[in-house]
């Protein structure tokens, strides 16, 4: 088998090894480093004289005399003094860490597919931590709660919460809330309960286990984790209906059981609970959820007001978002709110009014950092769980920890299925047993339940080490074993995957309609149905909200058109780009086309038709060339170089023109037949015919034969075209710069145009429809289309 | 109970009605009271100007459509019957049916409520949405927001995203086609009528 690999492919194989080699050592270096420095830092291990100590002891020492006769030392020219810069180095080197790991799983090929990316980072963690202590060092705390809660998990739900598809989540809000709260609760009792039981049995010695103890860790393993389900999830691309139920779920239950822990914990010292409690607690458990809701809305109102006017600091944008939402996260922690609800609701609430005022630019930023922050994050919390179960301490104990997992799983059964039957009830698309099996499986536990355990008050709970123990071995099941195998099982079980869909128009419009005649028809009912409030909520939201929170006129624009705008524009970025296929009309040029879209295909140039309508005709199609240049060589140059890319005073000329609706609504109009003609080259017909059959990608000669075009410098950086074009035109027009560095530059239309500009309307929903499409994972398109 | 039975007497040829709609006595009294709200002067009847009188309706961008769907072409008054049989339409759909060919499409059932929905499109029932027809839709639906090229190339987009035997309208076939990925049952589907 290896002979015939080392035969096929040698320097597949090689390179594998190399790579392995790589890592390891990497690996390894970095530990070296960090375990030295790590030891050197804490003050118990004083006695080791290191290196760095060393120096740095001995220039303090040299001060230390009473009798302060100067000694002459050399001068150091070269000193190494770690304890400067220690804690932000360690915190880096870490991230590093994290960063190539997750680097090197995706360079290696078969892996990533077989074992979730969680699992690796886990087994990564746990070498680290072996590592360190084979060193004999002391491995440093790293999962501590504080760190936690307050650096490592915001990202992450941040992430979620700005990018949750809305509509879905509404649609199955009363499921996801039965999941999220009864079915947490039920959870917390059954396994705390047997496990309380269990512990009463004689043969265990766990008698000591009291109830209320037991309670608190069956309500810390319960939890279904966001960050676990995110991270196996992800990569399974299940069904949209199933993927938001166990995400939703594993968000919602925060409340929960921020509420039972708080409660078992406080009276765990008290040793009883009273009825009286129980209300309590209830009245806490909405105080938190709801209280945490308007905590994160009340920061998403405040960030999209401010965003209103960050027109002239576009610059700042993106950091408006992330301070409002990270203080909503922080004030509703300092309340003891449910902060992971308070990021979701600001995420939320936000975005919708934040996208229609923030630049293109500062949108691509939010979007792309929050995705770098929350897979960093993502990654640390799982190689710290790792190494934080090496450094233990740990107390094992066959029963319990045996009793927990197999409790665990059959409680999430007992639950799911439970619940179905009742929710089935009252939805109309039925939960199937498929779904029932994946919603069961798929709740993993993760690394907040380790953490909550962490915080547990070593002196109130003897019996913390157990119960860490045990909790890793239950996250490490759930992740390992259910994380490995859901992928196959979703396949065996033919369980429905998430449709690559792209909305069409079609689908856009039929489904507002519907959504017009269902309310219509509730309305006739007299009944105040879904769709009564959803119509009221878009009405309200359309007539006060929009206008506070929307800058200048853009509240006005209708979802149907940015979505029509959006399709139009990457449709044909798409289209130029893949090969820039020519289409001619069959008909006369100013009426629409019905032409089907087949970008590959030439048809046979029909250029003698084109040429009869000249003036009119002609001037669109120039617009079209004009357009679909510009897009394309938007696209390409945004790859190697943004700062050639339009300066922000031609951006403002930019949005100008593209402001001018005229001139847009035609070029749409043109745009809609995918037509770019040769025709429009003053040159003779046989010689474009030749130029475009050579190279199909090649420059256009751009001639604008009127006003009122305006004149682009297009620089084709595409692999196929080196050279740049050289910029035509002119007739009329002020002189266009010869730039050629600056790889596209417009010049504003003539004064004819400037006098109907629109002032301030920027329209950045155009301006990121035709630039940077962003990643490739298209997860993004199913934005929350607030009809 | 005795209530619902007295209403259940004063309709004409219940039995026959909740046959063919699926609907529950329950549903029945529920739907005739609401029509005898909404029948102001106690004709048995519904004209066009009693649904104008809901105000929301007035609201709605195609209001007007639905109020005309209530109305066969030619009536100038929907009694009761008819009125139940159109919202019949927007009863969730059974799953247990068994598939019977020989009965007719139950009245709630996708192919139906999409039909319903095309009708809604297709004012002159030619059976098929031609463009002036999509334009008007959209005009309706869009408000006055849009200038009217924009309109129209949406309106040109969208045949030609649907039209797949090129002849500048969208049939039946291609609506559903267009459709398949919605969840019909759920999204045309109104709870309480269960």
Redesign the interface.
Known sequence: MSVRVVLHSPSGSRSFLERGLLLLVMLIFLEGTVLTLGAASSPDISAQDNTGGHDHRGIAGSHDHTNYTYTKKAFPVLSLDYHHIQVPFEISLWVLLASLMKLGFHLIPRLSSIVPESCLLIVVGLLVGGLIKLAGEEVPPVLDSNLFFLCLLPPIILDAGYFLPIRPFM?NIGTILMFAVVGTLWNAFFVGGLLYAVCQIEGTYLSQVELLPCLLFGSIISAVDPVAVLAVFEEIHINELLHILVFGESLLNDAVTVVLYHLFEEYSGAGEVTPMDVVLGVICFLIVSLGGIAVGAIYGILAAFTSRFTSHTRVIEPLFMFVYSYMAYLSAEMFHLSGIMALIACGAVMRPYVEANISHKSHTTVKYFLKMWSSVSETLIFIFLGVATVAGPHAWNWTFVSVTVILCLVSRVIGVVGLTFIINKFR???LTTKDQFIVAYGGLRGAIAFSLGYLLDKDLFPMRTMFLTAIITEIFFTVFVQGMTIKPLVDLLAVKKK?E?KR????E???????????????????Y??H?WKDKLN?FNKKYIKKCLIAGERY???Q??AF?HK??FKQAIELVESGGGVKLPSAVPSQ?S???IQPKKLPPPVAERALPQFTKGREEEIRKILRSNLQKTRQRLRSYNRHTLVADPFEDGWNDFLLK?QRL??L??K??NYLTVPGAIPDSPTMCRARLASDPNAFYNIKASSDGVPTIQVDLASPQSPDSVNMLNEEGREGADRDEDQGLMMKPAGKGEKGEEEGGNKNPGLMRCLSDPGPSNEDEEDEPFLP | MGSTNSTLSKIPNVEELMQETGFTPAHIVR?YD?FE??DKEKTGHLRPQD?GA?N??A?????DR?IGAFFSPGQETVDFHSFVRI?AH?R?AD?KRPKDPSMPEPVNSRTSKLKF?FQ??DQDKDGKISRAELLQ??RS???M???E??L???A????????LD?D?AISFEE?RK??E???I?????????R
Do not use: W
């Open positions: 649609e109309i698309v039925k449709q869909a069409s128009i079609n689908e419009i039929h489904t507002q309609f519907l959504d017009h005649l269902l309310t219509g028809i509730e309305d006739i009912c007299g009944h149905g879904h009564h009405r006005k624009e209708p149907l058109i029509y399709m139009e629409v019905m032409q089907n609706k609504i035609e749409e109009k745009m809609s | 739907l609401r709200a909404l649904f809901i929301r309706l609201m709605n961008p195609i209001g639905i919202l927007f969730p799953k929905a809604l499109y839709v959209l639906m869009l408000e927001q849009v200038t090229e924009q129209e190339s949406i040109d987009r969208t045949i030609q995203e649907a039209d090129k500048d609506f267009s459709l990925k919605v969840n049952d759920h999204k045309m589907s109104i709870r309480f009528l």
